[in-house]
């Protein structure tokens, strides 16, 4: 009687193994950005090439950190994406900003600026509508909140100071960073927002709260307020 025949393993499989090994042996460097997709894709999609649906999803939203950040609408309705996918990129996401939190708060933040200037990159850059965060500061400048004040459309946000010092004085805050983003974009402050950050600064000034800065970001960069000069 003939031994029956060994069943040949997908083509897949060897790539996927040689993937691991170089992203042990030399990190996340080790890999391009479709590559590291890749491998936390085969994780969530283990009998099927992958290999395809993560150059897909590269093309479409740019880079890696496109895909992480993209709507979550907009993933469910991509093609060879599954809900444990889906699911998948969103906790990597969520993950990923947790981290950058942790490493921020309770830190005294003008030793960590470039941390923070991460955080706030990585958490609203990628965000079609605009939203208004605000970091809020204890006395050793350490930062005790970050809330998301209000979020408008995709080139404006409301913003009402009064609001933004009763929560300062609800938290015993003494300074404060504003934060907001430019979906197109552009970071360049407009005279809308620096007319803005004056008013904030002005509400302020009764209760001895100080505006450190006023950092606005996007997907082609960060702008300061404090390094251009404007406060």
Not at 73 to 83: D, M, Q, R, V
Request: one cysteine or more; proline letters at 6%.
């Amino acid at each position: 009687m003939s031994e029956p025949a060994k069943k040949e393993e997908p083509h897949y499989h060897g790539h996927r193994d040689r993937l691991r090994e170089r992203f042990l042996q030399g990190g996340a460097d080790a890999l391009p950005d479709y590559e590291l997709l890749e491998l936390i894709l085969f994780m969530a999609i283990p009998r099927r090439d992958v290999k395809p649906l993560a150059k897909e999803l590269i093309t479409k939203f740019g880079n890696l950190a496109g895909v992480l950040n993209a709507p979550l609408a907009e993933l469910e309705k991509f093609e060879g994406l599954s809900e444990n996918s889906v699911t998948a990129l969103k906790a990597i996401q969520a993950a990923a900003f947790r981290m950058l939190k942790q490493d921020v708060m309770k830190k005294p933040i003008l030793n960590s600026w470039a941390r923070l200037m991460d955080y706030c990159a990585a958490t609203m850059a990628h965000e079609t509508k605009e939203h208004f965060r605000i970091l809020f500061l204890n006395k050793k400048n350490e930062l005790i909140a970050d809330e998301i004040q209000q979020s408008g459309t995709v080139d404006h946000t409301p913003v009402y100071p009064r609001e933004i010092m009763k929560r300062a004085l609800e938290l015993g805050a003494t300074a404060l960073i504003l934060c907001h983003n430019h979906p197109s974009g552009d970071p360049t402050p407009s005279r809308t927002d620096i007319d803005m950050t004056q008013t904030i600064k002005a509400a302020g000034e009764p209760f001895h709260i100080i505006i450190h800065d006023h950092i606005i970001v996007s997907k082609h960069g960060t702008a300061s307020f404090r390094n251009l000069g404007l406060m």
